[in-house]
């Protein structure tokens, strides 16, 4: 996480929409460094059931994950297996699988080479009124023009706008 990333809040009805979100998904895609903080701190979370993100918590750490790292030697997560390779590949067989909704919760790197490769079907962004003001993209510059039709948005009293777009590949 970028310094400063922590700053930013959500309030209760993000995360519900976050829980709801998750009802249509059977697997959780992430590149090894999301994976490195994401995947202990939901976990710690769903173990506590007084902690006021519990039911997401549980519900992120229900969900089966893949991790994307050509480094990772060895099975350190519960919950969660390793893959190495082609992204492309393996995210389109994936796809082409039975089953729910694949989300992804990447970092700027695995988020980009998704993008780069056409993968993502839809987008949510969770826009927050914070402003970094330095960091990563997911977009890179040589891509060209990308454009999007926007599916739904919805604002939430925090100040939190949920974007959802479907590329026009």
């Known amino acids: 996480m970028e ?18 979100n998750l009802e249509d998904v059977d697997t959780i895609l ?16 769903a173990t506590n059931p007084n902690h ?4 997401l918590g549980k519900r992120i750490s229900e ?6 790292s050509n480094s990772v030697t060895h ?7 390793i893959i190495k390779g082609n992204v492309n590949e393996e995210v389109l067989n994936l796809k082409r699988s039975k089953g729910k909704n694949i989300l992804v919760y990447g970092g700027a790197s695995f988020a980009s080479s998704l993008i780069h490769n056409n ?3 839809e987008f949510y962004f969770l826009l927050n009124p914070f402003c970094l003001g330095k960091g990563a993209t997911i977009f890179k510059k040589d891509e060209g023009v990308q454009t999007f039709t926007l599916l739904k948005s919805r604002p939430f009293p925090c100040g ?6 479907k590329p026009n590949y």
């Open 3 to 20: 310094e400063g990333g922590e700053d930013f809040k959500w309030d209760r009805e993000v995360i519900e929409f976050c829980v709801e």
């Open 75 to 81: 099975q350190q997560w519960k919950n969660a297996g």
């Open 160 to 165: 939190t706008i949920m974007l959802n777009y």
């Open 52 to 55: 006021e993100d519990f039911a």
């Open 63 to 68: 969900i089966p994950k893949l991790v994307f």
């Open 30 to 45: 992430l590149g090894r460094k999301t994976a490195e903080e994401l995947i202990p701190f939901w976990d710690g979370v």
């Open 119 to 121: 993968l993502p079907d």
